[in-house]
């Protein structure tokens, strides 16, 4: 893969920044403001990231042999950013079930996933890597656009989920760019063939699944049948609308040019950033 065909702005610094949040508070059940639909939809998210990120890393690291220098300097940041993703969420979680909820359904899906994950080429792993790390972005966009995304939630726990957002920006074109260098000898068509497959069966599977998980926290919540489906479909399709906001941003990964950076929102990582400047560690430091 030559500079040429590397669209990740040549003056991004991915920027590892080590916080720790919560550990002193009493996570409320409907910490995201005492409201049970986005509660059950973030605490579904969180429960996939610390063994999904895992995998992440190792999909990546797998194809970092020969890749050029700022792309290997990229890869170790997003390692670094990664790993305290991962330890964040692992804490999370753990209030998540502090707080009276049971996510042993959620995990042994998860676990089943990484099962199946361990038995794939690692270049399926990365290219499904590629497709989820579009997700984690457009979300982390769309949270950090919508000024009511964490409104009336807990302040420690709001921070949390805009500093993981502004990482999954800042970080957003190195599963990409690892996938060209390894796909380098492909044709432009087979790549794009099979990473608009991968898209489409990660899409299903991410969303049925979330689905099913979000339910299954509302249940322990007393909320069920017509009601939680309605009011979750609302969540997802009418208002915040995070699938139906989600579209346009997620076909445009189907595009033949398509490049995680040809949309620069840098803007909003530098929005936030200054909360955590005190926190930013040098690379080979958080590496």
């Known amino acids: 893969m030559t500079s040429a065909t590397m669209k990740t702005p040549a003056d991004l610094v991915i920027t590892p920044r080590d916080r720790r949040f919560g550990r002193d508070t009493v996570q409320k059940r409907?910490?995201?403001?005492?409201?049970?639909?986005?509660?059950?939809?973030?605490?579904?998210?969180?429960?996939?990231?610390?063994?999904?990120?895992?995998m992440f890393i190792d999909a990546v690291k797998a194809h970092r042999d020969g890749v050029p220098p700022k792309l290997a300097e990229e890869i170790k940041a997003f390692t670094a950013q990664e790993i305290m993703h991962t330890r964040e969420h692992v804490a999370f979680n753990r209030r998540i079930v502090e707080a009276?909820?049971?996510?042993s359904r959620l995990d042994a899906h998860v676990d089943q996933v990484m099962d199946f994950v361990r038995t794939r080429p690692q270049i399926?792993?990365?290219?499904?890597?590629?497709?989820?790390?579009?997700?984690?972005?457009?979300?982390?966009?769309?949270?950090?656009?919508d000024p009511d995304a964490?409104?009336?939630?807990?302040?420690?726990?709001?921070?949390?989920?805009?500093?993981?957002?502004?990482?999954?920006?800042?970080h957003k074109g190195v599963a990409f760019d690892t996938w060209l260098h390894?796909?380098?000898?492909?044709?432009?068509?087979?790549?794009?063939?099979?990473?608009?497959?991968?898209?489409?069966?990660?899409?299903?599977?991410?969303w049925i699944h979330r689905y099913i998980g979000i339910l299954d926290l509302l249940r322990q919540d007393g909320i069920?049948?017509?009601?939680?489906?309605?009011k979750l479909i609302w969540f997802l399709?009418?208002?915040?609308?995070?699938?139906?906001?989600?579209?346009?941003?997620?076909?445009?990964?189907?595009?033949?040019?398509?490049?995680?950076?040809?949309?620069?929102?840098?803007?909003?990582?530098?929005?936030?950033?200054?909360?955590?400047?005190?926190?930013?560690?040098?690379?080979?430091?958080?590496?």
């Not at 403001?33 to 990120?53: C, H, Q, R």
């Not at 949390?160 to 800042?170: D, L, R, S, T, V």
């Not at 069920?224 to 309605?230: C, D, F, I, P, Y």
């Open 30 to 54: 409907w910490w995201a403001g005492g409201d049970p639909i986005a509660t059950a939809f973030y605490n579904a998210l969180s429960v996939t990231f610390p063994k999904g990120e895992a």
């Open 100 to 103: 009276g909820y049971d996510t």
């Open 124 to 145: 399926m792993n990365l290219n499904a890597t590629m497709a989820l790390e579009h997700y984690t972005a457009i979300l982390a966009e769309q949270f950090l656009n």
């Open 150 to 170: 964490f409104k009336g939630a807990d302040p420690e726990l709001a921070d949390m989920w805009k500093w993981h957002a502004i990482e999954e920006i800042e």
């Open 182 to 206: 390894a796909t380098k000898d492909w044709s432009r068509f087979k790549r794009w063939r099979a990473k608009s497959l991968m898209m489409l069966v990660v899409s299903l599977n991410f």
């Open 224 to 230: 069920t049948g017509v009601k939680a489906h309605g």
């Open 237 to 287: 399709l009418g208002t915040p609308g995070v699938l139906r906001k989600l579209f346009i941003p997620w076909a445009a990964y189907f595009l033949p040019g398509f490049h995680p950076w040809n949309r620069d929102d840098r803007h909003l990582i530098s929005s936030v950033d200054s909360a955590y400047e005190a926190a930013r560690l040098p690379v080979a430091a958080a590496a």
